[in-house]
């Protein structure tokens, strides 16, 4: 069809629950040549409506309501608005719950995103996947969530892709200049932290269709936040209660010749309000037992009635401070010949400490309570094993210990400081090319580096010699309840120095890539235009161990003694330790804080290695490398797509169909140990692999009415295996004949993936919307043992049978072996009023909700003997919604969202569910306030968590009816106050 539009295909639509739970949040949209950008809560919907109906791709989108001005101020938390994205909050503000990877989960699949700058692959070092705490709202001008991409995207993943977009001089129609200072506080950090942004941006006109422009782009930002946890213990922990009048306890404390607190103790021999805590023995497992079934064997009907279980009881105390620094630097030029040629450059530059000061005081619980109380409780083979012996489901405990005081318990305390600084940048620059009005063409070359060192040193401090307490439990509610009796534990003469230790690695990650890629309008035809791109790629990971064994600070520098009489008194180093702050838990828990620890600010540098010459701490800057550990990956793609745009019956249907074909090399090498020659040390394991995938992808559109239109996506994807999943490294015992190796021959997840949406337009401003998806996924990694020859070792001769013969050895290694699925609905909708109701014409409210279901087979049987179960994926809820509520006028605009998400299992299934944690389901409360002083000036207002809830963590495991109700860990991370002034000259 001639002389018509032909709108670029990345064109972002906003998501109902995003676009509209941001009060002030504008939409902007960039077309070819063409840049439309709106501000306010109505016009952004009106704009985001009509985008999301014009769209041809499945993505929603978050754009900055202005310079400087992300909806949150975190980017995590942003994309959570998203219907379909899950994410996750740590320490006051969104984030990855180990610290590694995007920390979102999209469409239930969690590692398994990929993510770009600029529309340019961008990872953090040892990833994949770029740490989305890196990420800095005010460097952002939006982001894009493609949940099925089409071909002419870069691969790298099914669950979705995430696309950062910088600013560039192209957004600015003249001398633009932005500043802005600000500050947040974490109510129970309690402390306030500097935010600074500015931006300059100018555009000259150089005559005869020639313009310049540049853009500089600078932030500062640090935030105080805190984590208080109760982390507790797993597992089945089967306890006998002896009560201390019974004959049993008089023989056993008869038999305790020195005195433990661990077994029964004369002092306490007829004691009717005394208990001792026998460890249960557990049967050996086998065909017919399961893992964790007592052994009952000999014990009368009384003294089975007395078995329980005991998990979730030991409950700690875990205070860490988390300092976060971000740092940011964009540079961008622009130079358009005319209207038919451009040069551009980038660089983007990002710098971020995670920086966790923990403060943590653990119980080594005497085997003698007081004041036992119990609870009914089925501890089921379910729990224990999964009932792996098949049968039913019979209860092996019926009951679980909930209070007492826990006698003659010992105390220590550690403090550590964990710090995690990721240098992140990418250069890049190209050429765009109109040589004729119908084609187009444009070349992209960019490099990329990023840096990171991981290091955490820690030390520990023990209870002086003969100094016992009385640990106070309560393990049930929440939060547990804990208090002591017994010496002041803030005293440092109520302690003895035990150890220091220290765990560090490097990575040095750094890649390239260029990309060719051109679009030819087509007329007269079904087809309107023709895309083609070829995109040619490296990344290469480096990553060193040099953490050392735990070097002991007492007299002898051995490890202390039973009597602990070579311990070094604390109060020798008392200018080293601190107390910790006396609002633990904001005084929710029964001991509210105060104990004594090593300060984390006397961990850095050789404060430890100078005070303890003898230790044997290395000095900063010569520790040994762990060659064992060292890893080297290499990966090369070669890339190539053809797509074509169709439209017909008037552009009532629309849509596009393309193909993209990826080459995938690698190299990856390992240290092993040589046990082949006299000579010994380490040699180099290094692997090779090479394989190929082919992605196609369709996207339609139709108008079924005016306003209403059917929407169905298809698309293949895929997520390569984590770097250090491919690592070939091998690991020996001689003894058994058995040994580990990885697997650099890991493929890629692939998924097929369907999207159907009906979209329904009242207005430009209301809307509702549904939408199903599915997921077919192959190649998930499960664990499994065989028999094969390692080439790095000698052939095994021992004595014990491993099965195998010919000197193998029974190797575990992972494998792609099984599929599943991702699949859900997503439901939106959208009503702004109008001014015939004159009492809301200023008001707003958005909708949305999701549901996902994903199957994650995993294999708990053997290999010989497979027992597949079908789990969901970690880190996902099956259910999440989110509301949201707006106001605005000319002065004023305001906004409150509420997000609530289900339960989801934390990192991945245990063996045994009882080993198992989930996060609890929970809702967050976030606000917004914004008003203009003038034309100049804004001063916004944010909150965060108003709600004050923590992500508490469970025993036991969500979506399979084993949830167990009892707390494993309690968070609190406090509310989080933001107070800014904006100022901005110019367009």
Known sequence: MKNKTIMSLRISTIALAVSHAFAGTAVAQEAKDNTVVVSGIRASARSAVAIKRDAMEVVDSITAEDIGKLPDPNVSETLTRIPGVQGYRYGGEGASPVGMGSGITIRGLSGQTGSQVNGRSYFTAGNREF???????????????????????????????????????????????????????????????????????????????????????ATYQTSTGRSDATPANGGASLKRAVRADSAEYAALAAANKSNSPAQPMAAYVGRSDINYLASVPLLPVSATVGANTPNLAGLSAEQIGNVMTSTGTSHNIQEETILRTRKGLNLAADYRVNNTLRAYSEFNYTYYQYNQQGRFLNTVDGANIQNLQTAPFSFTEALANRNSNGGSNDVLAGKRLVSGSFLDSAINTTGNNARRPYTTWIGAGGVEWSPTPQLSLKADFNYIKSDLTDEGPAATIDSAPGLTWSVNRVADGAPHQMTFTGPSLGDPKNFVLRSFASAKSTTDDSGYASALSGAYVLDDSMFTRLKFGTRFAQQQSAFSNFTFPEKFLTTDNLPLNATKSNGVPATTVANMLMQSPPNFLGGQGGYAGGFAVVSADQLTGNTYANTFPKAGIPLQGAYIENVPARRFIEEKTSAAYLMGDFSALDDRIK??????????????????????????????????????????????SADITADTLVRFAYGRGMTRAPLDALNPSVSVNFGNGTASQGNADLRPLTANSIDLSLEKYFSKTNYVSAAVFNKQIKGFVNGIAECRTVETAQPYTGSLPNGCGNGQYLVTRSINTEDGYARGVELAGQWFFDGSQSLLKNFGVGASYSYVDTSNPVNFGTPAAPRLVDTPQPMQSKNNFSVSGMYEDNKLSARLVYTWRSESILFGVSTNPIDGRYIGAYGILDGSVNYNLDDKLTLSFSASNLTNKGLDRFIGESGAGLQTGIERQHYLNGRTFGLALRYKFGK
């Open 131 to 217: 740490n989305i705490e890196d990420a800095i709202p005010s460097m952002i001008a939006g982001i894009d969530v493609y949940k099925n991409p089409t071909a002419e995207h870069i691969e790298g993943g099914i669950g979705g892709l995430v696309n950062v977009r910088t600013r560039n001089p192209s957004d600015f129609k003249g001398l633009t200049v932005s500043l802005g200072v600000g500050g947040r506080e974490n109510t129970l950090a309690k402390k306030a932290n500097p935010e600074l942004f500015g931006l300059i941006a100018n555009k000259w006109d150089l005559g005869g269709g020639s313009r310049f422009g540049v853009m500089a782009a």
């Open 655 to 700: 849509g596009n169909l393309g193909l993209r074909v990826v080459r995938t090399n690698s190299r990856a090498i390992a240290q092993v140990a040589n046990t082949l020659t006299a000579a010994g040390g380490y040699v180099a394991n290094e692997k090779r692999t090479s394989y190929t995938n082919a992605l196609p992808s369709l996207n339609v």
